[in-house]
Protein backbone atom coordinates (compact mmCIF):
# COMPACT_ATOMS: atom_id res chain seq x y z
CA UNK A 1 0.00 0.00 0.00
CA UNK A 2 1.41 3.58 -0.39
CA UNK A 3 1.57 6.25 1.88
CA UNK A 4 -1.93 8.39 0.48
CA UNK A 5 -3.24 10.11 2.99
CA UNK A 6 -6.64 8.64 2.47
CA UNK A 7 -4.63 5.34 3.27
CA UNK A 8 -2.62 6.97 6.83
CA UNK A 9 -5.49 7.80 8.84
CA UNK A 10 -4.65 7.52 12.34
CA UNK A 11 -6.46 5.72 14.90
CA UNK A 12 -6.25 7.75 18.17
CA UNK A 13 -3.95 10.17 16.65
CA UNK A 14 -2.03 12.39 19.66
CA UNK A 15 -2.18 15.65 19.43
CA UNK A 16 0.40 18.22 19.34
CA UNK A 17 1.59 21.94 20.00
CA UNK A 18 -0.46 23.55 17.56
CA UNK A 19 -4.00 21.70 19.39
CA UNK A 20 -5.43 23.49 22.02
CA UNK A 21 -5.33 22.79 25.54
CA UNK A 22 -8.97 21.77 25.68
CA UNK A 23 -8.03 18.78 22.58
CA UNK A 24 -5.02 18.15 24.78
CA UNK A 25 -7.36 17.54 28.00
CA UNK A 26 -9.87 15.63 25.85
CA UNK A 27 -6.69 13.08 24.72
CA UNK A 28 -5.15 12.68 27.68
CA UNK A 29 -8.36 11.48 29.33
CA UNK A 30 -9.66 9.36 27.00
CA UNK A 31 -6.10 7.84 27.25
CA UNK A 32 -6.79 7.19 31.08
CA UNK A 33 -4.95 10.34 31.74
CA UNK A 34 -5.41 12.11 34.30
CA UNK A 35 -5.02 15.89 33.05
CA UNK A 36 -6.67 19.19 33.68
CA UNK A 37 -7.57 22.48 31.90
CA UNK A 38 -5.79 24.10 34.41
CA UNK A 39 -2.37 22.51 33.88
CA UNK A 40 0.15 24.33 31.72
CA UNK A 41 0.11 23.94 28.01
CA UNK A 42 3.63 22.61 28.12
CA UNK A 43 2.91 20.23 31.52
CA UNK A 44 -0.37 18.60 28.63
CA UNK A 45 2.36 18.08 25.83
CA UNK A 46 4.70 16.31 27.84
CA UNK A 47 2.17 13.90 29.26
CA UNK A 48 1.08 13.80 25.50
CA UNK A 49 4.71 12.88 24.92
CA UNK A 50 5.40 9.89 27.85
CA UNK A 51 2.08 8.16 27.06
CA UNK A 52 1.05 8.32 23.31
CA UNK A 53 1.94 5.11 21.61
CA UNK A 54 5.46 4.35 19.94
CA UNK A 55 4.12 3.76 16.60
CA UNK A 56 1.48 5.11 14.86
CA UNK A 57 -2.63 2.88 14.51
CA UNK A 58 -3.61 3.57 10.69
CA UNK A 59 -7.90 2.43 10.34
CA UNK A 60 -7.15 0.91 7.46
CA UNK A 61 -4.37 -1.41 8.88
CA UNK A 62 -6.95 -2.39 11.68
CA UNK A 63 -9.55 -3.02 8.94
CA UNK A 64 -7.62 -5.59 7.37
CA UNK A 65 -5.70 -6.67 10.40
CA UNK A 66 -9.91 -7.80 11.45
CA UNK A 67 -10.10 -9.89 7.72
CA UNK A 68 -6.83 -11.86 8.80
CA UNK A 69 -4.15 -9.97 6.77
CA UNK A 70 -1.41 -7.62 7.09
CA UNK A 71 -0.68 -4.17 5.70
CA UNK A 72 2.68 -3.47 3.70
CA UNK A 73 3.85 -0.06 3.32
CA UNK A 74 5.46 1.23 0.37
CA UNK A 75 8.50 3.87 0.68
CA UNK A 76 7.09 6.83 -0.53
CA UNK A 77 7.75 7.94 -4.01
CA UNK A 78 8.56 4.14 -5.25
CA UNK A 79 5.42 3.08 -7.07
CA UNK A 80 7.67 0.67 -9.21
CA UNK A 81 7.93 -1.50 -6.18
CA UNK A 82 3.78 -2.02 -6.82
CA UNK A 83 2.79 -4.09 -9.46
CA UNK A 84 -1.22 -2.63 -9.42
CA UNK A 85 0.32 0.38 -10.22
CA UNK A 86 2.28 -0.87 -13.22
CA UNK A 87 -0.94 -2.99 -14.33
CA UNK A 88 -2.96 0.21 -13.84
CA UNK A 89 -0.34 1.84 -16.24
CA UNK A 90 -0.92 -0.86 -19.01
CA UNK A 91 -4.67 -0.02 -18.77
CA UNK A 92 -4.23 3.30 -18.85
CA UNK A 93 -2.03 2.58 -21.90
CA UNK A 94 -4.39 0.43 -23.80
CA UNK A 95 -6.92 2.55 -22.97
CA UNK A 96 -4.80 5.46 -24.50
CA UNK A 97 -4.08 3.51 -27.39
CA UNK A 98 -7.15 2.55 -28.64
CA UNK A 99 -9.43 5.35 -28.08
CA UNK A 100 -10.45 6.43 -31.41
CA UNK A 101 -13.70 8.62 -29.99
CA UNK A 102 -13.37 12.13 -28.33
CA UNK A 103 -11.32 12.27 -25.23
CA UNK A 104 -13.12 10.59 -22.21
CA UNK A 105 -16.55 10.21 -24.15
CA UNK A 106 -18.76 8.74 -21.43
CA UNK A 107 -19.69 5.71 -22.45
CA UNK A 108 -16.95 4.83 -24.77
CA UNK A 109 -14.23 5.88 -22.48
CA UNK A 110 -15.89 3.02 -19.89
CA UNK A 111 -16.49 0.17 -22.27
CA UNK A 112 -12.51 0.50 -23.39
CA UNK A 113 -11.23 1.00 -19.55
CA UNK A 114 -13.57 -2.59 -19.34
CA UNK A 115 -11.61 -3.85 -22.96
CA UNK A 116 -8.31 -2.97 -21.15
CA UNK A 117 -8.98 -4.34 -17.80
CA UNK A 118 -10.31 -7.74 -19.81
CA UNK A 119 -6.99 -7.76 -21.59
CA UNK A 120 -5.15 -8.10 -18.58
CA UNK A 121 -3.64 -11.80 -18.37
CA UNK A 122 -2.60 -13.68 -14.89
CA UNK A 123 0.64 -13.73 -17.53
CA UNK A 124 0.83 -10.34 -17.31
CA UNK A 125 0.76 -10.38 -13.90
CA UNK A 126 3.12 -12.81 -13.14
CA UNK A 127 5.53 -11.17 -15.19
CA UNK A 128 4.78 -7.48 -13.18
CA UNK A 129 4.81 -9.60 -9.81
CA UNK A 130 8.12 -11.23 -10.88
CA UNK A 131 9.83 -7.30 -12.02
CA UNK A 132 8.90 -5.39 -8.74
CA UNK A 133 10.31 -8.81 -6.93
CA UNK A 134 13.65 -8.21 -8.87
CA UNK A 135 13.56 -4.27 -8.44
CA UNK A 136 13.36 -4.53 -5.16
CA UNK A 137 15.71 -7.12 -4.66
CA UNK A 138 18.36 -5.07 -6.58
CA UNK A 139 17.37 -1.74 -5.13
CA UNK A 140 18.13 -3.46 -1.71
CA UNK A 141 21.31 -5.12 -2.68
CA UNK A 142 22.35 -1.49 -4.13
CA UNK A 143 21.87 0.59 -0.41
CA UNK A 144 23.34 -2.30 1.52
CA UNK A 145 26.39 -1.92 -1.04
CA UNK A 146 26.40 1.83 -0.72
CA UNK A 147 25.60 1.57 3.25
CA UNK A 148 29.13 -0.67 3.15
CA UNK A 149 30.88 1.59 0.74
CA UNK A 150 29.97 5.11 3.56
CA UNK A 151 30.21 2.79 6.52
CA UNK A 152 34.02 2.15 5.01
CA UNK A 153 36.79 4.67 6.45
CA UNK A 154 38.62 6.88 4.25
CA UNK A 155 42.14 7.55 6.08
CA UNK A 156 44.27 10.45 5.13
CA UNK A 157 47.80 10.64 6.16
CA UNK A 158 49.18 14.08 6.66
CA UNK A 159 52.52 13.20 7.45
CA UNK A 160 55.22 13.93 5.11
CA UNK A 161 56.90 10.89 3.07
CA UNK A 162 60.27 12.55 2.69
CA UNK A 163 62.18 15.00 5.09
CA UNK A 164 62.43 17.24 2.36
CA UNK A 165 60.41 20.34 2.33
CA UNK A 166 61.11 21.34 -1.19
CA UNK A 167 58.00 20.74 -3.14
CA UNK A 168 57.45 24.58 -3.56
Not at 4 to 9: D, F, I, L
Not at 136 to 149: L, T
Request: proline share 7%.
Amino acid sequence: MDNAPYHSVQVNKPPNQSNRKSELVKWLSENRVTADITMLKTELIALVLRHKPPTPTYALDEMVKKKGHQVLRLPPYHCQYNAIELIWAQIKGHAARNNTSPPFAGNSMLALLQDAINNVQPEDWSKIVNKTERDIMSDWDRDIHIDNIMESSLIISVTDSDDDVTDY
